[in-house]
């Protein structure tokens, strides 16, 4: 199927039992705030529609959906918001974290002059303090502005740490090598990257070492190639590790 067409949404009704529930989904909520997200749908209703592919899988509404589930049951119908037609694997994890994004900053002046009264029954009293301390799907990827100096191979990486664990693990006797090996893999998370260098060196490269490096993600260049070399794979994990305690889909 050709997934160049434009994607029009529309509303219909579902029943619960019909839909699926996201595998892998990379938003978590806690106990805490699954029971308060309970209570504000028995205060306020369910007042924006379940996102879903056309295989009925919700995209966006997640824990909404198990608190539909378990107070009204199978039978209760809700609004879903639908594509036009099937979406690509990258159409839909775009939209995953889309719906999960919060673009934009809060006016905590006008939050706290106009809406002080309910946040505090909504859970966000921090922020009348201005102090939002809760994590957030917003991914804020840095901008480094290149200059002229190219910086050497050695600036790049910082492999102090790397080095020394290594040194460790080599110095175990008797150690079995397949144990070994597995241990000199997982060294190479302490690799220290300096991405304003990465940066320079990126610009004054050839262009088959620049693709190399969008491929490793290095540098993004192009969001769409982020999501085909696998970046926001990347991304999800981060999210599903930070997003434990929050988050409503």
């Known amino acids: 199927m050709a997934f160049n067409m434009k994607i029009e949404w529309h509303t219909e009704k579902r029943k619960l039992g ?3 529930v996201l595998e892998n989904n990379p938003r978590k909520i806690s106990d805490k705030d699954f029971k308060k997200l309970g209570e504000d749908i028995e205060e306020m209703g369910n007042f924006r529609p379940l996102i879903v592919d056309t295989e009925n899988v ?32 990258s159409e839909r994890k775009k939209i995953i974290i889309t719906d999960n994004t919060h673009r934009g ?17 909504l859970g966000f009293d921090d922020l009348i303090d201005g102090n939002d301390d809760t994590y ?18 050695d600036e790049l990486v910082n492999k102090e740490k790397v080095e020394c664990l290594t040194k460790e693990i080599e110095g175990i006797e008797g150690l079995n090598k397949e144990v070994k090996d597995f241990l000199l893999i997982a060294v190479t998370r302490f690799y220290g990257f300096n991405f304003s260098k990465i940066a320079d060196f990126y610009a ?43 988050g409503d889909d």
Not at 137 to 153: F, H, L, M, R, W
């Open 18 to 20: 019909d839909l699926k």
């Open 58 to 89: 919700i995209l966006g509404g997640n824990q909404r959906y198990r608190q539909l589930l378990e107070k009204y049951g199978k039978d209760f119908e809700v609004e879903v918001s639908l594509p036009s037609r099937e979406l690509s694997e």
């Open 105 to 121: 900053d809060w006016d905590l002046d006008i939050l706290g002059e106009d809406f002080g009264s309910v946040l505090e029954d």
């Open 136 to 153: 957030t799907a917003k991914i804020e990827v840095p901008i480094y502005q290149c200059n002229d100096n190219i910086p050497s191979v």
């Open 204 to 246: 004054h490269s050839d262009e088959n070492v620049k693709r190399v490096m969008e491929k490793l993600a290095l540098v993004i260049v192009d969001y769409d190639k982020a999501i085909e070399n696998g970046f926001v794979d990347f991304v999800l994990d981060i999210m599903e590790e930070q997003e434990e305690e929050y």
